[in-house]
């Protein structure tokens, strides 16, 4: 099962995440899929499946989803899961 995470914290919980494919959701519908590179309280970084990097504000972020296969670094999605809450 993906994790689905919440953005609204304090600290950097998607920390947890770097390096791992992920699915970035935004305001208005659009997707970025790829790894993540780095996460502020700004911004989202995300290297495509193409190569390119995505710079992607944190106010438009609706959800950030871990798309490892269930079972694969199970201990990294609790980890954001429990920093960020659980989005319902």
């Given amino acids: 099962m993906s994790g689905k995470v919440n953005r609204e914290v304090k600290g950097n919980p998607l ?4 390096g791992v ?8 519908g659009a997707v970025v899929r790829g790894a993540l590179v780095a ?3 700004e911004w989202l970084q ?3 499946r193409t ?5 992607v504000r ?3 972020v609706t959800s950030v989803t ?6 694969l670094a199970p201990v990294g999605r609790r980890t954001a899961e429990a920093a960020l ?3 319902d």
């Fill in 58 to 60: 944190s106010t438009a």
């Fill in 46 to 48: 995300v290297e495509r």
């Fill in 85 to 87: 809450g659980d989005a």
């Fill in 21 to 28: 494919d992920v699915q970035v959701s935004v305001q208005g």
């Fill in 15 to 18: 920390a947890a995440l770097r």
């Fill in 39 to 41: 996460a502020s309280s």
């Fill in 66 to 71: 871990d798309e490892r296969p269930p079972g």
């Fill in 51 to 55: 190569g390119r990097l995505a710079f």
